[in-house]
């Protein structure tokens, strides 16, 4: 990703080079070919009543957390970003034992943005969300 934001000749210049090699694939038209220019929307978390809150429970939610929001991708019109509640579930579920005992607790995650104003997950179209940074209280 180039340091400076994508102008719109960029995304076009993008858009002619894969057009100009049509040939490796014989759908490929002017008509068909889009090139986006995603914005990232960083997000910062916070982990509530993590138990017990060592360092590996906190590494391994933290990799259950990042492999969660790398899956809500970049949405489109079929995707429903998950609320707080519904992270906090998941990460729950995630931190159970084979017999489904729960190995730790989380009583609630706080989605910021970098500005630690209170967010959410809803993306419009075009637009990720990456992690700005997790922290545990």
Do not use: C, W
């Not at 990042?66 to 992270?87: R, V």
């Not at 910021?112 to 997950?121: E, G, K, P, Q, R």
């Amino acid at each position: 990703f180039p340091s400076h934001d994508t102008t719109a000749q960029e995304i076009t210049d993008v858009k002619n080079v894969l057009i100009s090699e049509a040939n490796l694939h014989p759908t490929i038209t002017q008509d068909n070919v889009f090139v986006d220019a995603p914005i990232d929307i960083k997000r910062r978390f916070v982990v509530n009543g993590l138990m017990p809150s060592t360092n590996t429970m906190q590494a391994a939610v933290t990799a259950q957390l990042q492999e969660i929001i790398y899956n809500i991708g970049i949405q489109d019109a079929t995707i429903t970003t998950p609320t707080a509640t519904q992270l906090t579930t998941a990460l729950i579920q995630r931190t159970q034992d084979s017999t489904g005992s729960t190995v730790s607790n989380i009583t609630s995650i706080g989605i910021f943005d970098i500005n630690d104003v209170s967010a959410t997950l809803t993306l419009a179209s075009g637009e990720f969300i990456s992690i700005d940074n997790i922290s545990f209280a």
